[in-house]
């Protein structure tokens, strides 16, 4: 066999590489064990959240295809954080599982340059007499597929081993045989592997569950969408809210030596940001309950997701641990909730294209590179999927930058910084976060999807003629005036809406969307905000080229100790550079700034280049 691209892994890092290979007119080969399994939510069917939308809509925005399956699978919408600021407000959309599953499958049946290949990779073939680049992929079964790139989407299954309690057996997720050979390969070719380790929750028979004694929370009416077209039965069902109680709480602590993580079992890193419930009873041992959200599979399905409730404790004791929440006196278990252990690979072993810096035309996506989650795996098979094409023709990679969004975040934190365990993304990590608003999205990054070719440019010049009824609105509001003060002023008080001012001013010459007239309040109301943001990011670009020649650094005050180390290793000619380093933090840079401040005064020197 020979294709210009080989995916291996179908799942949401794989779909998204796949996929956008495929539309940039080359020939890919979708290497996986069982084409059943594309599109899999092995843990909860839900896709967005704090920190996570925003990757979504930007994906969106960049031709990404993961919002658009969210949207035509919705159950439930629901904006988080509603009551706080336009930075953290993001959406969530609990999808039906086996109906997401069913159109990401035909999403990659349809696109006529994707052919699939039932197997399993085993070894990286390189050529060393050409630098190690990548010249095939060889399957265990023998095959092999000559190909000048390749995208790696494995999941959790590189050497994968699955817990229940302190029984283990050889799996990539329940009831899948792992990669046996793969990782053996990958460092052969010169790559680091960490080992981490993640779990999901028990899925429990609706039917068991007694809802009348849980809190119900209901979707968003009307129903709210990553793409702009909301599913159709994206309010068909809520969701609930249940909360573990002392009962529960005693029973994991007397049984801590059965949790393979306790016992020392598992040897791999797990996601501080999604604790099982051992960690969360042990680490806030002052917390008397936590909550626990009750999610349904699907509107066909009779089972409902625990979210929060991962656990590598045995069976056995799942039963009884259920059983002492609210609402689960009578509960049974369909699936139990286990531990997978899994290798992935030093993420800061990759350009910022997701290329591999031993084995050019390696590329690899998703939780192979040490992140947690559908989304943060998605946004990497994207890029990964567009540099491949790239480099197949020999064209310069491309990717968002960290100014640029939360996609640029991800990679620039994966790449420049390294990981130690599991990486999840959230609004915390960006620090123009109220510039890189869910919201916006498709005003940032559109262009740079059609650049890309994934973007139609239909669709952008729709984009840019928004982003112009957006512009000419805000300035509308504070052009004109009620009662002498302007539609901004009135906007930005605290019990005023858009729709109150328009009352007041009269509506707006063009026809607003909903999505546009909140993009306008946020612009309004938050305007002081956003222009102290814009200014600051507008300084640093300003700024990158500033020269460092000269300096000694342990003279430069506030510097972080690692930060120190590193300048004084790589010693980058500007602050840019000095940006870029892995290990100098945003506050280093600050203080290398103010010392050039100082030392030069007004005269300060700046590369012309």
């Known amino acids: 066999m020979n294709t210009d691209v080989v995916v291996v892994g179908g799942g949401h890092a794989g779909i998204e590489a796949a996929h956008a290979a495929s539309r940039l007119g080359v020939q890919v080969i979708l290497v996986l064990p069982n084409p059943d399994k594309i599109g899999l939510m092995p843990c909860n069917p839900a896709i967005g959240g704090p920190g996570k939308s925003q990757l979504v809509f930007e994906l969106t925005a960049l031709g990404g295809v993961m919002g658009h399956l969210a949207d035509e699978t919705a159950i439930h919408t629901r904006v988080l954080n509603a009551s706080k600021g336009p930075a953290v407000q993001s959406l969530r959309v609990q999808s ?42 060889q399957l265990t079964d023998g095959r092999r597929i ?23 057996r050889e799996a990539g997720r329940q009831g899948e045989p792992p990669a046996r050979h793969l990782s053996k390969s990958l460092r052969a070719t010169g790559h680091t592997l960490a080992r981490f380790k993640t779990g999901t929750p028990p899925r429990v028979r609706a039917q068991s569950v007694d809802f009348s004694v849980l809190n119900e929370i209901p979707p968003d009416r009307p129903a709210r969408s990553f793409s702009g077209t909301p599913g159709p039965r994206a309010t068909s069902t809520p969701t609930w809210i249940t909360h573990t109680t002392r009962d529960t709480h005693a029973l994991i602590e007397a049984n801590l030596e059965e949790s393979a ?56 004791l799942q039963d009884g641990m259920i059983r002492t929440l609210p609402g689960f006196e009578r509960a049974e278990i369909h699936r139990y909730a286990y531990a997978v252990e899994y290798d992935a690979l030093d993420p ?33 098979g994207l890029v990964a999927g567009v540099n491949a094409v790239r480099y197949v023709e020999n064209r310069e990679p491309t990717w968002p930058t960290r100014d640029q969004g939360y996609v640029g975040v991800l990679l620039d934190d994966l790449v420049r910084w390294g990981i130690d365990e599991p990486y999840r993304m959230l609004t915390s990590r960006n620090e123009y976060r109220l510039l890189h608003r869910q919201d916006n999205a498709a005003h940032r990054l559109t262009d740079m999807g059609c650049s890309w070719g994934l973007v139609a440019a239909e669709t952008r010049d729709a984009v840019r ?34 729709e109150t001012v328009e009352e007041l001013l009269g509506p707006s010459p063009d026809r607003l969307t909903d999505g546009e007239k909140e993009e306008v309040e946020i612009l309004v109301k938050y305007s002081s905000y956003i222009d102290r943001n814009q200014r600051h990011l507008d ?67 700046r590369e012309t280049s």
């Open 539 to 605: 300084e640093r670009a300003r700024l990158a080229n500033l020269r460092l020649t000269g300096i000694h650094y342990p003279e430069v005050p506030s510097l972080s100790s690692e930060g120190l180390e590193e300048l004084i290793r790589a010693r980058p000619q500007t602050l840019g550079a000095a940006q870029r380093l892995r290990g100098v933090r945003d506050s280093d840079v600050t203080a290398l700034l103010i010392h050039v401040k100082t030392r030069a005064g007004t005269g300060v020197s």
């Open 146 to 168: 000559a190909t000048r790139t390749a995208v790696l989407c494995t999941g959790t299954f590189l050497t994968g081993i699955v817990w229940y309690g302190k029984r283990q």
């Open 96 to 137: 039906e599982r086996d109906a997401y599953a069913a159109a990401a499958r035909d999403l990659v049946e349809r696109a006529g340059a994707i052919a699939i290949v039932r197997g399993e990779v085993g070894a990286l073939e390189t050529d060393a007499t050409h630098g190690n680049r990548l010249v095939a992929v």
């Open 465 to 498: 003629t928004s982003k112009e009824r957006v512009d000419q609105e805000v300035d509308r509001l504070h052009n004109h005036y009620h009662q002498g003060k302007s539609g901004a002023a009135l906007l930005c008080r605290p019990d005023y809406s858009y």
């Open 261 to 316: 993580m306790y016992a020392g079992e598992i040897e791999g890193r797990g996601p501080r940001y999604c604790p099982s419930i051992e960690d969360k009873v042990i680490r806030f041992a002052d917390k008397e309950r936590h909550i626990l959200f009750v999610e349904p599979d699907g509107t066909k399905t009779s089972e409902v997701y625990l979210q929060g409730f991962s656990s590598s404790l045995p069976p056995e």
């Open 348 to 380: 800061t072993n990759l350009t910022l294209s997701m290329m591999s810096r031993a084995v050019p035309g390696l590329f690899s996506a998703g939780q192979i590179n040490g992140t947690s989650g559908y989304e943060e795996a998605a946004v990497q």
